[in-house]
């Protein structure tokens, strides 16, 4: 039998969000594949550089209207979508959010600098902290948790940065602020060049500790009844957690085109510790300390 269009994108995608699904019961698993699903097509269609701005643009208003179909009661011509609506009537999914997070993949299309922490994190609500308050009405709440997810997305998003920096160079992009650069005396040059100096240091590590300010404020806000059906986002928090926590260790190796990964060892060790403290019921987060 052949598996759900979502599922076999899922399947093909090495990402620690697909990685974090073997944490949950069937029913959400299914739930998150297709919410998945949606995030990587819409993200693969912005960053298809091959393809002009214009048609890119096109292919997402054609998202944005079919999500809306399905968000409205009407019937998706895509896939993916078909298959994540029956989610969205189940835990009421506004199109708000899906809107947000297409205007997120749509500031890539147009903007390779952030002149202010404030408008980088516009960005990373939009990409990853709209996927998280999508994701916690599918892992299911008792108490509010949106700013929970908020925090938890933005921690992710900017590890994400601060690991890809030479990555993104490599494509002309700098997402780390231009203000911050300025204040660490790091030029725009430097980073498209690779350059490692002290003061790329510091401007790594006061972007390290912005993420671990969102960290430690996510593993604040969730609510200890709830941290068990938050199992999924808070086995991802541990393993971006320890990546961040790997590029300080190691001086902040992010200028390479190649970024730092976790080994498949570490990533199982974190699995089994935070599927092991779900189990016994521990009620502290596994990062953020």
Not at 246 to 265: A, G, I, M, N, R
Request: proline share 6%; net charge positive.
């Amino acid at each position: 039998m052949t598996p759900p269009v979502s599922e076999q994108i899922t399947q093909r995608s090495a990402s620690n969000l697909a990685l974090a699904f073997i944490m949950l019961p069937k029913e959400k698993r299914a739930g998150m594949s297709a919410l998945y699903a949606f995030c990587r097509e819409v993200d693969d269609v912005a960053d298809e550089e091959s393809v002009p701005v214009g048609q890119r643009r096109a292919r997402l208003a054609g998202w944005r209207a079919d999500i809306r179909a399905a968000c409205d009661g009407g019937r998706p011509q895509f896939p993916v979508n078909r298959e994540l609506q029956p989610y969205i009537v189940a835990h009421r999914m506004p199109f708000a959010l899906f809107d947000d997070l297409i205007r997120g993949v749509e500031m890539d299309l147009d903007v390779t600098r952030y002149e202010t922490w404030e408008s980088l994190e516009q960005y990373c609500y939009r990409v990853a902290s709209v996927v998280g308050l999508l994701s916690i009405e599918i892992f299911g709440h008792t108490q509010p948790c949106g700013d929970y997810a908020i925090h938890l997305g933005k921690a992710l998003q900017l590890t994400n940065i601060l690991r890809d920096v030479g990555n993104d160079a490599a494509r002309g992009r700098i997402y780390l602020p231009l203000a911050e650069l300025k204040q660490h005396e790091v030029t725009e040059a430097e980073i498209l060049a690779g350059q490692f100096s002290p003061r790329f240091r510091q401007l790594a590590q006061a972007t390290a500790r912005r993420a671990r300010h969102h960290f430690a404020r996510a593993r604040e806000l969730l609510p200890p009844e709830d941290r068990k059906a938050m199992v999924a986002a808070e086995l991802m928090g541990a393993v971006y957690w320890r990546l961040l926590r790997k590029l300080e260790e190691q001086d902040f190796p992010v200028l390479s085109p190649t970024p730092t990964k976790l080994h498949k060892l570490q990533k199982l060790a974190l699995i089994l510790r935070t599927w092991y403290r779900s189990a016994t019921g521990a009620l502290t987060p596994n990062y953020g300390v």
